[in-house]
């Protein structure tokens, strides 16, 4: 919903005398790209865990962990691109809400990175006791979520400058 909110107010404000846009930096078609491939990662680490094959689930959450701290390079090196260009927190436009709304959606990555980092210590367990597959569920389903969350945000920033 807050997303929703922050886009519906892009919409609303964009149409001001004194909106300034701003060119999407190439950086953040890679961070796309890699959030994309992220999401095939977490799908086939599930398949894994469901599958009990422990050493590709360890590999695949991991790649999944990596990838996910290079989608937060990504925009991290995004927001400087922009911040060179001049387009910072002042003023009235589609930069400021991009810091914002990419800012959020960055610290969501950050708190599923977290949640891997939880489920892959977990799974370095000698013995394990249960192979039930939940936790592994909520956290694949989130981390899908954020990378849906991040299309919609890019296709929508790309569509309404």
């Known amino acids: ?13 964009r149409g001001q005398a004194n909106w300034i846009g701003f060119d999407m930096p190439r950086i953040f078609w890679y961070s796309t790209a890699i959030i994309l491939v992220s999401s095939g990662t977490i799908q086939l680490a599930f398949k894994s865990f469901k599958d009990r094959e422990m050493r590709r689930y360890r590999i695949l959450m991991l790649i999944t962990m990596l990838l ?42 950050l708190g599923g990175v977290i949640v891997l980092i939880v489920q892959w210590i977990r799974s370095q367990r000698k013995k394990v006791r249960s192979y039930a597959s939940t936790p592994v569920e909520i956290a694949a ?21």
């Open 1 to 13: 919903m807050m997303f929703a909110g922050l886009t519906s107010a892009y919409i609303v404000k």
């Open 68 to 109: 996910g701290l290079a989608f937060v390079g990504c925009q991290l090196a995004g927001f400087a691109a922009l911040w060179s260009k001049g387009i910072d927190f002042r003023g009235s436009g589609a930069g400021q809400f991009l810091y914002v709304i990419a800012g959020l959606h960055t610290v969501h990555v």
């Open 141 to 161: 389903t989130y981390w899908h979520f954020v990378d849906l969350l991040w299309v919609y945000l890019f296709v929508f920033f790309l569509w309404l400058q």
